[in-house]
């Protein structure tokens, strides 16, 4: 087998097993048509001719993996930014974005629905096994019967930029161990439901657990954006606008800038 051909086969291995991967091929310039394929903890394949330049496209892959993003780039040809001597087309896959629900309540069905629409692998953990069953969420491709902080002890290394955790629980018992388990990761989006009130009594005890206030405003709380939502519906589509806005530095009326009651 030749190198590209086995080149083009891990690639299409990693795409049917949702890997994240990223395949760079240069397009215009001196070694037109190389190719280097990058995939998160294992060594790239290929090369695009030259060591240096594999080193910095490698690293740029890898960023645009993380942000979920296509695009072609422009290096001089040992990779010197800021030059034109080639061009690279990076095609990312990069894995579906995660969104973890925590709490198996009313609210959690729309926005589970909502996220499936945008395209997330979502997952629902409420530590109450009555509550947390696929019956109940269907549209949820893990139902999760665990403590938050359990569950994201196993999976909070693989939380990146585009995912999104969302605490639903209204039970401190639930919400801090899940909001403490949450913030260490790198995920882009951490949002919290609960009045003002609510939220004011879960920054106490958050702090009483230890969380710096500069973590504390990693937190949208109240959860959503101010659209004057009132159903389980109308607060999904309030939620996952939130968390558009928030991926794509949008500035949009925020609950958690607000005052006053939020419905």
């Not at 080193?55 to 800021?82: F, K, N, P, T």
């Not at 955790?165 to 909001?179: E, G, M, N, R, S």
């Not at 607060?235 to 928030?246: D, G, K, L, P, Q």
Request: negative net charge; proline residues 5%.
């Amino acid at each position: 087998m030749s190198e590209a051909a086995g080149i083009y086969e891990a690639f299409r291995d990693a795409i049917r097993a949702e890997e994240p991967v990223a395949l760079a091929t240069i397009i215009d310039g001196p070694d037109a048509g190389e190719k280097l394929l990058v995939q998160p903890g294992e060594a790239a394949l290929g090369t695009l001719g030259d060591p240096d330049l594999d080193r910095v496209v490698e690293r740029d892959a890898l960023g645009m993996l993380d942000a979920g993003i296509s695009e072609v780039r422009h290096y001089g040809q040992h990779g010197e930014a800021r030059q034109m001597d080639l061009s690279v087309f990076v095609e990312c896959h990069a894995r579906r974005p995660h969104m973890v629900i925590f709490g198996a309540v009313d609210f959690t069905r729309a926005l589970a629905s909502q996220a499936k629409l945008l395209g997330y692998r979502v997952t629902v953990c409420d530590a109450r096994e009555v509550f947390a069953t696929k019956r109940r969420f269907p549209m949820a491709d893990e139902v999760v019967v665990d403590w938050p902080n359990r569950l994201l002890d196993r999976i909070g290394d693989e939380l990146g930029p585009r995912d999104a955790v969302c605490v639903l629980t209204h039970d401190h018992k639930f919400d801090v161990p899940a909001i403490v388990g949450a913030l260490p990761t790198r995920v882009g989006y951490l949002g919290a439901m609960g009045s003002r009130t609510t939220h004011e009594k879960r920054t106490e005890r958050l702090r009483e657990a230890g969380v710096a206030d500069e973590d504390l405003e990693r937190v949208m709380a109240p959860i959503g954006l101010d659209i004057g939502g009132r159903t389980p519906e109308e607060t999904a589509v309030s939620i996952v606008a939130e968390i558009i806005a928030s991926h794509t530095g949008r500035q949009a009326p925020r609950l958690k800038d607000g005052e006053g009651r939020i419905h």
